[in-house]
């Protein structure tokens, strides 16, 4: 009869542990989640910040143009430029 009642007890004991371990698992799902969404966000903030006329993320290029300079000799003049749906036609065309 001992035997029995410590088995049930165990029993329970094991039923107790394995939703606690089923919790956690599914608690710990949930918090990578939301580590990672996290992690996206603030990676995209740190790139470039959201545009508020077209609402897209703003992407920092390097925009390098061709100057003719007054010797008729070409030379290369670069800007930091954030592209996104308002400016990206004039850029890329
Ligand atoms: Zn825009």
């Not at 956690?24 to 603030?42: N, T, W």
């Not at 003719?68 to 003049?77: G, K, M, V």
Request: proline share 2%; charged share 30%; hydrophobic share 30%.
């Amino acid at each position: 009869m001992r035997d029995t009642c410590l088995q049930r007890l165990w029993r329970r004991v094991a039923i107790w542990f394995e939703c606690t371990n089923r919790f956690r698992k599914v608690y710990g799902i949930m918090a990578k989640q939301h580590d990672f969404a996290e992690k996206v966000r603030k990676g995209t903030e740190e790139r470039g910040s959201r545009c508020p006329k077209c609402g897209t993320i703003r992407v920092p290029i390097l925009y390098v143009q061709s100057v003719r300079s007054a010797h008729q000799s070409y030379r290369f003049n670069s800007q930091r430029m954030q592209v996104c749906k308002c400016n990206e036609k004039e850029i890329y065309a």
